[in-house]
């Protein structure tokens, strides 16, 4: 998997961190802004905001129940994933495998690759929402791999 550079401008992320601190993954939907660490689209993985930077993606209040991971996964512990709206298979293919070198490099369990709507309680990504096609597509995959 080759990931490609376009570090955004520094005005659009956070401050300096301790990589030693990130212990969660959070996949969440594309935006208009470069919110997220990496970005997984039209078959290329994008690295926009350096690890060792704050993103602030799961920033802002807990909008609702979904949020249970709220002020314990936080824009200083995680990284960001984004994806497309409707990724394709090849795509998905990308994210499990970008998953897998996040996952190996800061010994993040399972367990704590989340979603968006785990964090906020925002209905992000869409796609994911059903618990089932998350498990398939994400989840059992990345089991799949170790």
Not at 23 to 45: A, C, F, G, R, T
Not at 112 to 131: A, C, W, Y
Request: charged content about 25%.
């Amino acid at each position: 998997m080759i990931i490609e550079k376009k570090i955004a401008d520094p005005k659009n992320y956070g401050d300096k961190r301790n990589v030693e601190d990130i212990e969660y993954i959070v996949i969440q939907e594309v935006s208009d802004k470069p919110i997220s660490h990496y970005q997984v689209l039209n078959n290329n993985v994008i690295q926009v905001i350096p690890d060792d930077y704050i993103s602030n993606s799961v920033n802002g209040p807990r909008c609702c129940h979904l949020g249970i991971y709220h002020g314990i996964c936080t824009k200083y512990n995680s990284i960001t994933i984004c994806i497309a709206e409707k990724p394709n298979n090849d795509d998905l293919d990308l994210l499990s495998h970008l998953i897998m070198t996040i996952k190996r490099r800061y010994k993040i369990s399972v367990d704590k690759i989340i979603r968006q709507s785990e964090v906020t309680g925002e209905p992000n990504p869409q796609i994911f929402l059903d618990n089932d096609l998350w498990h398939k597509k994400v989840i059992q995959r990345i089991h799949e791999m170790l």
